[in-house]
Each structure stands twice: as C-alpha cells, then as structure tokens.
C-alpha cells in the first residue's frame, strides 16, 4: 500500500488515532476503489463522507442533472450547480473537500452493460439509487464480480441500509444472502411511488447515506461488523432503529 503523505497524516491524524484503524486502516482507505451509483440523497452524503475520510478513487455513476429541487436534500450540491450534471458538481464540491481524492466520473445509468464496462476498476460498489431496477443490477453485477455491496433506501420519513456479500460464507459455513433473499421479487414499476412522486424528508437521506458511508468504511479497512445478513431500518419521526436478520433461502 502506498505510504502518506505528511499533509494525509495530519488530515487524517483522528482516525490514526483509533486503535482499530490506525495508519494500516488509513492506507487502506487510500488504496480504496469504491464506485457510487448515484450523486442524490444517498450518493451526496456518501461521496463527501468518503472523501473526508480518504478513500483514494470514487467513481460516480450518474446521467442526471442539479435541479432546484434536489437542493432540499442532496447537500453536495448548491445554487450555483444548477443545471450541471451531478457527476460534475459532485466531483468538484469532493476536489475543495479533499484534494487527495480521484474521482472518476460516469455519465451514465447503472446497469448490465456498464457493470460490464466498468465495475472490474473497482473494489466496493455502493447503491444509493431510487429504482428498483438499478438496485437489482447492482446487486446482480456485485455478486458476479465478488466485491461488497452497499445499499440503502429511503421512503418519506424512514429508510433502510444492508450490506451484501452473497460470495463469503458466514461463520456457520453457509453462504451469505442475496438481495433476492431479502426482497425475491421485484415490485411492478410505478407500484411505489418515489421521492418526486410521495416526498422525502431531507434530513433522512444525510441519516441513511451517512450510514451506508459508516458500513463502507467498516468493509474497507476490516473493522467492527457490516450489516451482512442485517437490515438496518430508521424511523425518522418515532427516532427508532430496527434490525432484522435475514438468511439465505433454500434453493430448489
């Protein structure tokens, strides 16, 4: 692993300090590779959060543009971004944030075709979308390639976070569950409606996605326990946490 610089050392001097992520943990998180599907409500606080903490490569999968009404909740954006595309506004809000960063832009949706393409350049995927399709294909594209997934949700006032790794056996022996274990199948489109259509609590999507950025950082350098096998869910108006454990299901 590359060694840091004494500008990253005193940048990152309290993590260093943690006996569980120390100097081994930090060159870890330079040496990361993580790709985030969607500069949104998840994927704002999961990027700045990242590159505060020196992952060293963030790849952003994103087609869209900065609307008015994405600044109610996608923070890595402002008023001066409107119009630009997310990928670029977020590359930029990350280069003031962290210079040590590179960020590798993708102006495109997430699916088959661009896991194909790109997602063998990374080591961890995380899924901040609004669709269950790209949730599905990235969960699809995760387990083919073996690396982590992260995914999160969000639903006017509450929201959930997992952790996938469908490839790695438990301490049982017995493979890790899929995301078709936790959800077998995918609803109809238009079945549930999405932010645009229902609204969103800005403040939830800072609480989820700064969550599934906590979980990243705790797949990276190998510390505490990821929710594998666990659903995390948040209740923003009754300020409770859930967990619910899920298997792998037989298979026919």
Do not use: W
């Not at 387990?143 to 056996?169: C, K, N, Q, S």
């Not at 238009?190 to 989820?208: F, H, K, S």
């Amino acid at each position: 692993m590359e060694t840091l610089t004494p500008d990253e050392i005193e940048r990152y001097k309290r993590h260093i300090l943690l006996p569980e992520v120390g100097g081994e943990g930090q060159q870890r998180l330079k040496a990361a590779r993580v790709l985030v599907i969607g500069a949104g409500g998840l994927g704002a606080p999961v990027l700045q959060y990242l590159a505060a903490a020196g992952v060293g490569t963030l790849g952003i999968a994103d087609d869209d543009r900065v609307s008015l009404s994405n600044l109610q909740r996608q923070v890595i954006h402002d008023s001066g971004t409107l119009n630009d595309l997310k990928t670029e506004s977020a590359a930029q809000a990350i280069v003031r944030l962290n210079p040590h960063v590179r960020v590798v832009r993708f102006e495109e949706r997430f699916d088959a075709s661009f896991a194909a393409s790109h997602l063998k350049r990374f080591d961890l995927l995380i899924d901040g979308s609004d669709n269950f399709d790209t949730r599905y294909a990235a969960a699809d594209a995760a387990e083919a390639a073996e690396i982590p997934l992260v995914t999160g949700a969000v639903g006017r006032f509450d929201g959930t976070v997992t952790v996938l790794a469908p490839y790695e056996t438990d301490e049982e022996g017995v493979l890790n569950p899929t995301y078709r274990d936790l959800f077998p199948i995918k609803p109809p489109q238009g079945l549930l409606p999405n932010c645009a259509e229902a609204g969103v609590i800005g403040a939830l999507t800072g609480v989820i996605g700064t969550l599934m950025a906590m979980e990243a950082i705790k797949v990276i350098t190998g510390i505490g326990e990821p929710l594998v096998g666990r659903l995390l869910s948040y209740d923003s108006l009754g300020a409770s946490f859930n967990t619910i454990r899920y298997r792998r299901r037989q298979r026919a």
